[in-house]
C-alpha cells in the first residue's frame, strides 16, 4: 500500500516538474517582459532567453531557484521520456488503487494520466513546438 501512495506521489510530484519547467518559466518570462500576447506564441524574438526568467538569476550555483527551474526546465525539454514516465507511473498507481479497492486513489491516478495525455497531446501542436524551441535555447 505504501508502494502504491508512493508511486501516486512520483506521478504528482514529476507533473508538478514538468509544468513547473515549461509553463511556470513561460509565465515568468512573459511577467518580466510585459508582453502578455507571448504566452500564445513564445519564442525567443519576444521572450528572450528563458534563462533570464529565473528569479534572482542563473548565474550563481548557490541560487536554489535556478536549480528547481534548471531541473524543471530539463523534465519539461525531455517531452516523449517524461510523459512515458509519468503514464507508467499511473499505471502503477491505477493497478494498486485497484487492487486496495482505494476509489479516491483511483480517481487521483486516472485524472493524472489524462493531465499526461493531454499535455503530450499539446506538446506535439505548433505551440508545443514553439514552446520548446524556446526551451532549448
Do not use: C, E
Not at 516538474?17 to 508582453?35: E, K, P
Amino acid at each position: 500500500m505504501i508502494k502504491t501512495r508512493l508511486l501516486g506521489a512520483a506521478q504528482f510530484l514529476l507533473l508538478a516538474l514538468y509544468l513547473l519547467g515549461g509553463f511556470g518559466v513561460l509565465v515568468l518570462a512573459v511577467v518580466r517582459s510585459g508582453d502578455w500576447g507571448a504566452l500564445a506564441a513564445p519564442g525567443l524574438d519576444r521572450l528572450g532567453d528563458p534563462k533570464d526568467a529565473i528569479p534572482f538569476g542563473w548565474d550563481s550555483m548557490t541560487n536554489p531557484f535556478a536549480w528547481i527551474f534548471g531541473i524543471a526546465r530539463l523534465t519539461a525539454m525531455l517531452v516523449v521520456p517524461v510523459v512515458t514516465l509519468g503514464v507508467l507511473l499511473g499505471g502503477f498507481a491505477v493497478a494498486g488503487a485497484r487492487r486496495d479497492g482505494d476509489g479516491r486513489r483511483l480517481r487521483r491516478a486516472l485524472l493524472a494520466i489524462g493531465v499526461w495525455l493531454a499535455l503530450a497531446a499539446v506538446a506535439f501542436t505548433p505551440y508545443g513546438g514553439d514552446l520548446h524551441t524556446w526551451l532549448a535555447d
